[in-house]
């Protein structure tokens, strides 16, 4: 009996053994996957943190404005061409407390979005389909990037040709200038997935679509992100142009109403407007940062 009790506590003792190792070796696994996909976020006071990113943007508009008032002193140009920051500020918020100008403001992001949501959804999948045929991509993959480096307001008379002066040749533009952006940026990502890692999916009986869903459209959002940005910065632009272009009846977009002021010779509505496309820019381009940088913390790309 002693000889039987002794083994068994022996076993008993190698089973808990075992055991804890088994805990460990999962802890520490479980610790290394934490470390590489969500680092410690910065303790430091959120004031703190504002202020370190916004000083530089403040300090590039003091510069900005700085270099303005001086053009204005130097009488560089006539006061009624450019006149000074002390006139235009003023001007530019009467402009944003009216009703009217924030119906521009809406018609012209309704056309942003809906334009660069079909330029996403086209891109997606014609870079997606030329990633995965070898041929197709042979066949039409120089084409994307050519399409891509061309001017959008190119396409503006073959647009109003097509469409005459309607949104349909707005977004016509918008898409094409976009989406070939998106599509790069989908091909780009899914050119620099880790073979090893198609290798283990392979050997996990990953296929077809689940393959692409759950392993490589996975690993190419970054690259996907930054073409989604750079394929808004395109749709921006070819809607400005549009808007300045082709004028719709009944839509008074900020385009239009931009156009108005340089017919009346408002050099100082000229330059808000100016202002107000260059600070929609600059919000949706901290979204598309705000997007990026979530990513780079989820993957274990950015320090503490």
């Known amino acids: 009996m002693p000889a039987e009790t002794a083994v068994t506590d022996s076993t008993t003792a190698a089973a808990n053994a075992v055991t804890l190792t088994k805990g460990r070796a999962a802890n520490e696994v479980s610790g290394l996957d934490a470390l590489e996909t969500a680092p410690q976020r910065d303790k430091g006071r959120l004031g703190l943190r504002i202020w370190a990113s916004?000083?530089?943007?403040?300090?590039?508009?003091?510069?900005?404005?700085?270099?303005?008032?001086?053009?204005?002193?130097?009488?560089?140009?006539?006061?009624?061409?450019?006149?000074?920051?002390?006139?235009?500020?003023?001007?530019?918020?009467?402009?944003?407390?009216t009703a009217d100008f924030w119906n521009g403001v809406r018609l012209t992001m309704i056309r942003a979005i809906t334009g660069f949501s079909l330029a996403v959804a086209i891109g997606t999948v014609i870079g997606a389909a030329v990633s995965r045929f070898a041929p197709l991509r042979a066949a039409i993959g120089s084409l994307i990037t050519g399409l891509q480096t061309m001017p959008s307001i190119m396409?503006?008379?073959?647009?109003?040709?097509?469409?005459?002066?309607?949104?349909?040749?707005?977004?016509?533009?918008?898409?094409?200038?976009?989406?070939?952006?998106?599509?790069?940026?989908?091909?780009?990502g899914i050119d620099y997935v880790p073979r090893t890692w198609l290798r283990v999916g392979q050997v996990m009986g990953m296929?077809?679509?689940?393959?692409?869903?759950?392993?490589?459209?996975?690993?190419?959002?970054?690259?996907?992100?930054?073409?989604?940005?750079?394929?808004?910065?395109?749709?921006?632009?070819?809607?400005?142009?549009?808007?300045?272009?082709?004028?719709?009846?009944?839509a008074v977009s900020i385009g239009v109403r931009m156009q108005n002021a340089r017919d009346l010779s408002d050099a100082g509505l000229v330059i808000s407007y100016i202002m107000v496309v260059l600070v929609i820019g600059i919000l949706i381009d901290q979204l598309f940062n705000f997007a990026d940088n979530a990513l780079r913390k989820r993957w274990g790309l950015t320090g503490n």
């Open 207 to 250: 296929s077809g679509l689940a393959k692409y869903r759950h392993l490589i459209l996975p690993a190419s959002l970054p690259s996907f992100v930054s073409g989604l940005k750079q394929g808004w910065a395109f749709s921006w632009r070819s809607l400005m142009a549009g808007e300045l272009l082709v004028m719709v009846p009944g």
């Open 155 to 188: 396409w503006f008379p073959l647009a109003i040709l097509l469409f005459q002066l309607g949104e349909k040749a707005i977004l016509f533009v918008v898409v094409i200038g976009a989406a070939p952006s998106v599509a790069n940026g989908l091909i780009s």
């Open 54 to 97: 916004a000083w530089p943007k403040l300090l590039a508009i003091a510069i900005v404005v700085g270099i303005w008032e001086a053009a204005f002193l130097a009488e560089w140009k006539p006061a009624y061409v450019l006149p000074a920051p002390t006139e235009v500020f003023p001007q530019l918020w009467g402009l944003v407390t």
